[in-house]
T-cell receptor, first 116, second 112 residues
Framework: DQQVKQNSPSLSVQEGRISILNCDYTNSMFDYFLWYKKYPAEGPTFLISISSIKDKNEDGRFTVFLNKSAKHLSLHIVPSQPGDSAVYFCAASDPNYGGSQGNLIFGKGTKLSVKP | DAGITQSPRHKVTETGTPVTLRCHQTENHRYMYWYRQDPGHGLRLIHYSYGVKDTDKGEVSDGYSVSRSKTEDFLLTLESATSSQTSVYFC???????????FGNGTRLTVT
C-alpha cells in the first residue's frame, strides 16, 4: 500500500512558466518531506525539504508547500527552465521506521519536461 | 558530491549466479542504504545499515543480503540472481543527524 503517492507520471511545461509537482501521503506520522531530482544515468540529488511543522520553504526558484490537513505537498518551480527537465521524487521520513531520523519512503516520481 | 562510489557501474549476469555490489563512502557516515529503482515503482529500500555490523531489512529485502564490516563499505549481495532483480541499484548515505540522504550514481544490473 503506497504511503507516498505522486499521481502524475509526467508533466510538460513551457519554459518560463511555473511547474507544479504534487505529492500526497497517507501517514500522518511523517515528520519531514524532501524532493529529489534525477537525471538519466545519475543518482537522485537532493533539491529541497520541509519539516512537518512548517507550511512553506523556499530556495531560489524552488518552493515546497505543505498542507498537513490535506496530507499534500507540492513543489513549485518558477520560472521553469529546460535544465529542470528530470524525474522528481517526493520522499517522506517515517520516524517509526529505521531509527531516530527515520527511513525515507519515496513516491514513484513525476517526469517533468520543460519545453523551450 | 557526497563521496559515494558504487562498483561496478554496469553488470550483466546470468540467472542463478551470485552477485555482489559495492558501495564505498569516504566521509564516515553512520547510516548507509541500498535502494532499487524500477519503472512504475520509484525508489524502494532494500536494506540499510546504522553502523558496522548493524543492518536491517527494508521493504524489498527478499533475495538480498548485506554486510558492513567497515564504516566505509556497504555490500549488497544477490545470493542467486533472478530476472526480477534486474534493476538500477543506488547506494545512499545519511548526513549526520539530518534527514537528507545522498545517493551514489547507481549500478545497472541486468540478469539474463
Amino acid at each position: 500500500d503506497q504511503q507516498v503517492k505522486q499521481n502524475s507520471p509526467s508533466l510538460s511545461v513551457q519554459e518560463g512558466r511555473i511547474s507544479i509537482l504534487n505529492c500526497d501521503y497517507t501517514n500522518s506520522m511523517f515528520d519531514y518531506f524532501l524532493w529529489y531530482k534525477k537525471y538519466p544515468a545519475e543518482g537522485p540529488t537532493f533539491l529541497i525539504s520541509i519539516s512537518s511543522i512548517k507550511d512553506k520553504n523556499e530556495d531560489g526558484r524552488f518552493t515546497v508547500f505543505l498542507n498537513k490537513s490535506a496530507k499534500h505537498l507540492s513543489l513549485h518551480i518558477v520560472p521553469s527552465q529546460p535544465g529542470d527537465s528530470a524525474v522528481y521524487f517526493c520522499a517522506a521520513s517515517d520516524p517509526n521506521y529505521g531509527g531516530s531520523q527515520g527511513n525515507l519512503i519515496f513516491g514513484k516520481g513525476t517526469k517533468l519536461s520543460v519545453k523551450p | 558530491d557526497a563521496g559515494i562510489t558504487q562498483s561496478p557501474r554496469h553488470k550483466v549476469t546470468e540467472t542463478g549466479t551470485p552477485v555482489t555490489l559495492r558501495c564505498h563512502q569516504t566521509e564516515n557516515h553512520r547510516y548507509m542504504y541500498w535502494y532499487r529503482q524500477d519503472p512504475g515503482h520509484g525508489l524502494r529500500l532494500i536494506h540499510y545499515s546504522y553502523g558496522v555490523k548493524d543492518t536491517d531489512k527494508g521493504e524489498v529485502s527478499d533475495g538480498y543480503s548485506v554486510s558492513r564490516s567497515k564504516t566505509e563499505d556497504f555490500l549488497l549481495t544477490l545470493e542467486s540472481a533472478t530476472s526480477s532483480q534486474t534493476s538500477v541499484y543506488f547506494c545512499a548515505i545519511r548526513e549526520g543527524r539530518g534527514f537528507t540522504v545522498h545517493f551514489g550514481n547507481g549500478t545497472r544490473l541486468t540478469v539474463t
